[in-house]
């Protein structure tokens, strides 16, 4: 062949990938039989040129994993797709953590186990009520643009709603599970996009979802985000700073709630007030604050005065154990680690993100290859910088919010129900703002009893806690049945 011919000879185009693999599960309810499917399908696009359509042009691989029981009727079992958040992480924390029918072994805060760990069958798997599918962002896990693709056409606001819309139309249609009940599962980023694609498939495909799972919520960004000028997020974080304090011993033998309690009504009543008047605060109730939020947050007063009264999230997880030479994690509050010396502002890493990720790291490369068959010599990319920077074009001028979102997919959809789950220890997400969201979503008061909150005593993936997991998954569980 002719070195032009070589060349110009354009390669193969990518196909699906997928194997399949049979597998029990023992639960309290008996023995379940299922299969699991795991591999990448390509995704495709239209392609028009000057008004001529050109056909469907491979634009992505996407790995996903589903768990389907066997001898279901598809027309009434559930299906719930999941992913996680990032943006940039794979969806290995919900799979392997909390849903899936196997789970991490790796201990908790404070007793964790040493590498390698290991899995085990996880009896309160969710797909005792639901089939499961489990999807990685294009970029994580096993996902890639396609060859000679740009991912940074994936890496942004509606270009991944606009794929993983894309993923779970296919998979739906493929597996005849239109006339199934469907539920959308998101972690932390994930729980944003899982409102826009409520909305998106409703829009885009006239898919109607049965319900949302928002797991360590946030569906607006100016809630968490401590830029300048943006006072909001001072109040909202401030019950978890006062939980993460409570759990290291700085507010003695008082009960959580009571804590939590004074950390709510203080952050809903005089913190918001006294940060709006700014140097107009009168010196008698700039001591007063300064006092009260020193004791709540268990930092030094003059330290909170040093910093006029707004303690950001960063300098917090440094800032309350720098005594005795600790930090604490940012991802869940209940972990803490060192530094390399203790002058720091803000820490160089999150001790609660370091714990998990060795041992789910190891769990899912054992698990894709050994269980489900499939293999791939590409990393599998945990949670991955390498989607950065993430666009959000959309929101020039404005936060990140897809409230309108939500809130447009409950009224169009009055049927949706949505659940939200919060851990006072989470220090990426915290609970009071997702509080603050759901209380001002524009929605009719006959709809806001399709909102359930549920709260654990643990961070953003709450499940690592052995006794929240057993409750969030008794909770998912009840959701579900109630709501299919």
Known sequence: ??????????????????????????????????????????????????????????????????????????????????????????????HLG???????????????????????????????????????????GYSRAVEGGKPADFHGYTGDVETIGEVIRLWITRNERWLSPKFLAGESYGTLRAAALAEHLQDRYGMHVNGLMLISSVLDMGTIRFTEGNDRPYPLFLPTYAAIAHHHGLHGDRALADVLADAEDFAAGDYPWALARGNRLPAADLDRVAARLADLTGLDEAYVRRVRLRVEHLRFFRELLRDSGRTVGRIDGRFTGWEADDGGEVPGHDPSIAAITGPYTAAINSHVRTTLGYANDLPYEILTGRVQPWSYKEFEGRAVSVVGKLSAAMRTNPHLRVHVACGYHDGATPYFAAEQVLATLPIPDELRDRIEVRYYEAGHMMYVHEPSRLQQSADLAAFVTAAA
């Open 1 to 94: 062949m002719a070195e032009d011919d070589l060349r110009d000879e354009k390669p193969e185009p990518p196909t699906d990938d997928l194997v399949t693999t049979s597998h029990t599960l023992r639960t309290p309810d008996g023995e379940l039989a299922y299969t699991a499917t795991a591999g990448r399908i390509v995704v495709r696009k239209e392609k028009h040129t000057d008004g001529t359509f050109d056909g469907h042009e491979p634009h992505a691989e996407v790995f996903l994993v589903a768990y389907t029981l066997d001898g279901a009727e598809p027309g009434t079992r559930p299906v719930t797709i999941a992913f996680n958040g990032g943006p940039g992480s794979s969806s290995v924390w919900l």
């Open 98 to 140: 909390l849903f899936g029918p196997r789970r991490v072994v790796m201990g908790d805060a404070g007793a964790l186990t040493p590498p390698p760990w290991g899995l085990t069958d996880n009896e309160e798997s969710l797909l005792r009520h639901s089939d499961l599918v489990f999807v990685d962002p294009v970029s994580t």
